[in-house]
Each structure stands twice: as C-alpha cells, then as structure tokens.
C-alpha cells in the first residue's frame, strides 16, 4: 500500500531573496574579516619595522651607553615591562662600542649570530630554550667618540598577528552587531519592494479575459512594463483565435444545415411523391447530400488531426514531390468529373522545412476545392515556384467561373479554406487569393518568404 504524500506549498520569493540576500552578506562580512586581517597583518610589520628603525637612529645618538654595566643585570631586569601591550611592544637592545658590548637589555646578545650587516633582518632565535622568531633592525654609526657604535634593536614577530586580529576585530565587530538590524531592514525593503508584483499578481487575477480585458500599459517599473505587453499580447492573440474559432464554428454550421436541409426535404418526397421516378430521383439527391456532408466531416476530422499534437515535427519538405503525389491522386476524380488537372513543377528538389502530412492536407483540400466547386471543362493546374526575393510557392489555379465570396458561394468551400488557413498559420507562411495569370481566374497560394534549400 503505497501513501501520497501532500505536495509542498510553493516558497515565498521574498523569502528566498532575503535569504540569498542574507548570505551574500555573510559571504562579504567573512571577506572583510579576512581583507582586514591580513591589511592588518602588513600595516603592523611596516609599523614595527618604523619603530626599530626609530629606536635605533635615537640609541646610536644616545651618548653614554657603557655607563650600564651590561654583566651587572639582575634578573628582575628581564621580566616583561608592565608598559608593553600590542600598540607600544617590548623591545630589547643590544649595543656595542666598537668591540665592546654595551649595553644588553634582555641577555639577546649570546643568541645573535656573530655577524650581522646593517638592516633589517627576520631571525628564529633561541632564548631560555624557547625558539622564536625575531624582527630586528642594525644600524652602524660613528659614535662621539673615536670608536664606532652599533645596536640591535628587536622585537618578537608573535605580536604581529595579535595585532591584525585586534584590527580586524574592530573592523568587522561593528558589522556583525548590526547585521540582525540589517536582516530586518533587508526583510522590510524587499516585501515593500515587491508589492508591486503582488498587486499585479493581483489584477492578474481578476482579469476578464473572455471579455478581452488588458492591464495596464504604464507600469512603475520597466520589468513590469515588458510583463505586462507580453500579457496583453497574449490576451490579444487568444481574442482572435477565439473570434476565428467562433467564424468557423458559424461556417461549418451554415456548411451542415444546407445538406441536412435538404436531405430532410428530399426524404419528405422520396415517401410522398407520386411516381416511382420522382422517388428514385429524392433517393439520388438524398444520397449525394449525404456524401456531401461526409466530406465536410471528413474535413472536420483532418483540421483536427492538424491541430492535435501527433502532426509531427518540423522537417525538410520536398515541395515537388508532395505536388507530384497530391496531383496523382486527384487524376482519377479530374477525369470523372470532366475537368483537365495539370502540374507545373521544376526538376530539382525544393525543399522547405515543415510538417508533410499537413502540407499534403492543405493541398489535397485546394485541388479538391478546385475540383469540385467549378464547372465541367475547367482547368486546374498546380504550380510549385520561385518567386522574387527567392520566395517559393505552392499555388493551384482554375479558369472556372466562380460568382461570389469563395468561403460562401459554394458548399463546402469554408471548411476546406479554414483548414488551409490553419495550416499555412501554424508553419507561420501566407495563404494568398488573387486571380493569377491568365488564362486562370482564381488561385490560392501558399507562400514561403524564407530561402529555401535547393537541392
């Protein structure tokens, strides 16, 4: 036993905009952190290589170094001084006068190598067994006296990533404290900014399109704007296909109810006529009425065997032969009726790309069409072209004499033309009607604009 289970409810877009939103800022906050730390970490080595470099021009100037006894410290002199902190660090000095040291401030001077050129230097050293490394900055001058001096001025390089930290940490703490208040605000902005949406949701909604109601056009923002003409556009084209299925829907009514009409009277006189011939003849009329409401059937199933979704893909057409084979098989009722069917076609292929099963349908119904609504000794002729601009056509062509509009002079010409229509429309090319050249009178044309491929 297999359980449903009940379809999730659609998400909030503001929703997932605050929450896409909310994690952008993260992603930014954590950058921040990350920029303001090793910013942080760089402006700390070039300030501590400044202060070495301070410290060391004022000592070598300083006079009177040897009068502290450097083998004299007592150990109270190297504990940690209670003024260092991260922004004034503790630095040890090691100085000598000539060959001699001076002055050692933290016992470094055993831990430094035996030689070192002025400048600054990173050095890992070992003090009371603790290795570390060291930022330390040379300087050599001549002392007031005659001989030379020289100080070692260092710091401990563990001070510089405290330091970044604590800059970062000023940085970003401020941004994390607001970052609730701006979630809110986020939160605020982005449902008041789509109300707009909404309230088109909204008018959506209530649209009356049988009545052909539009919104509309001016919209407070372009988005909405270019929305709104797609929605009216669509709303448009379902008007007139509306306003088409309701002409055809008249057509094929006024297309049925002749026949039935008169099958209705010949059946009438076919059982109350007086003679055996005048029945004979309401029965020959009752038939040909029947045939002839079958064909406007039969017209009715291949427009909706066109429309429905088994029509096929799109692919290359061989104009030509789908002419060839159309006229072929209408060569039979040309004959009995008593009229002449000719085609016009050139030798090589002309390709266009479409459905063949429709295009064969929609020419089956002209030739037909042509057929049987014109006199006997008519000339029908289908013609596949190349016109200007590289056009290609399809066209038939009768020199019969026809009075009136075609769709309503005649039985069953409005069904057989509307399915013609829906065909050329659906493979978006025209349906045209003119007189065409001499000696014809009439002729339909289905017309490509594009190039076709010729092959």
């Given at each position: 036993m297999s359980t449903s289970h009940p379809p999730k409810a659609p998400r909030l877009l503001w929703r997932s905009l605050w929450g896409w939103t909310l994690l952008a800022l993260l992603a930014i906050w954590f950058t921040l952190a990350g920029m303001a730390y090793y910013t942080g970490l760089h402006e700390?080595?070039?300030?501590?290589?400044g202060q070495l470099v301070s410290t060391a021009e004022l000592l070598v100037r300083q006079a009177g170094l040897g009068e502290l006894d450097p083998f004299d410290l007592t150990p109270h002199q190297f504990a940690r001084s209670p003024?260092?902190?991260?922004?004034?660090?503790?630095?040890?000095v090691v100085a000598?006068?000539?060959?001699?040291?001076?002055?050692?401030?933290?016992?470094?001077?055993?831990?430094?190598?035996?030689?070192?050129?002025?400048?600054?230097?990173?050095?890992?050293?070992?003090?009371?067994g603790e290795v570390r490394t060291w930022r330390v900055?040379?300087?050599?001058?001549?002392?007031?006296?005659?001989?030379?001096?020289?100080?070692?001025?260092m710091v401990d390089t563990h001070r510089h990533a405290a330091l970044a930290r604590d800059i970062a940490e000023h940085i970003v703490r401020p941004a994390l404290v607001l970052l609730p208040l701006v979630a809110l605000l986020l939160a605020w902005a982005i449902r008041r900014g789509l109300r707009p949406l909404n309230q088109l949701s909204n008018a959506i909604g209530?649209?009356?399109v049988d009545a052909g109601e539009t919104l509309p056009a001016r919209q407070p923002f372009r988005e909405l704007s270019s929305t709104v003409h797609a929605i009216n556009a669509l709303v448009e084209r379902l008007q007139a296909q509306w306003l088409r299925e309701r002409r055809f829907t008249s057509d094929v009514a006024h297309e049925l109810r002749t026949p039935l009409a008169a099958m209705v009277l010949q059946a009438r006189l076919a059982r109350e006529g007086d003679t055996v011939d005048v029945r004979a003849a309401a029965l020959r009329q009752i038939e040909h009425d029947a045939l002839r409401t079958g064909r406007i059937l039969s017209q009715l199933l291949d427009l909706a065997r066109a429309q429905g979704q088994d029509a096929g893909a799109e692919q290359p057409v061989d104009l030509c032969a789908l002419a060839r084979q159309v006229t072929s098989e209408h060569v039979p009722l040309a004959h009995e009726l008593g009229q002449e069917l000719s085609l016009e076609a050139p030798e090589p292929a002309l390709t266009v790309s479409g459905r063949a099963a429709m295009l064969a349908l929609a020419l089956r119904n002209l030739v037909d069409n042509a057929l049987r609504h014109t006199p006997p000794g008519t000339q029908v002729a289908v013609r596949v072209a190349t016109g200007d601009g590289a056009a290609v056509s399809l066209s038939?062509?009768?020199?019969?004499?026809?009075?009136?509009?075609?769709?309503?002079?005649?039985p069953g010409m409005g069904v057989g033309l509307t399915l013609v229509q829906r065909i050329a429309d659906a493979h978006g090319i025209q349906l045209r009607h003119d007189a065409g050249v001499p000696p014809f009178t009439t002729r339909y044309a289905?017309?490509?604009p594009a190039n076709p491929t010729q092959r």
């Open positions: 700390a080595e070039e300030i501590t290589d003024f260092a902190s991260g922004y004034a660090p503790e630095l040890r000598w006068e000539g060959s001699t040291l001076a002055w050692d401030t933290h016992g470094m001077a055993a831990s430094l190598p035996p030689s070192l050129a002025a400048g600054h230097h990173t050095l890992a050293l070992s003090l009371a900055f040379v300087a050599d001058t001549a002392g007031p006296g005659a001989l030379p001096r020289r100080v070692a001025v209530t649209l009356n038939v062509s009768d020199d019969g004499a026809r009075h009136g509009p075609p769709s309503s002079a005649r289905l017309v490509w």
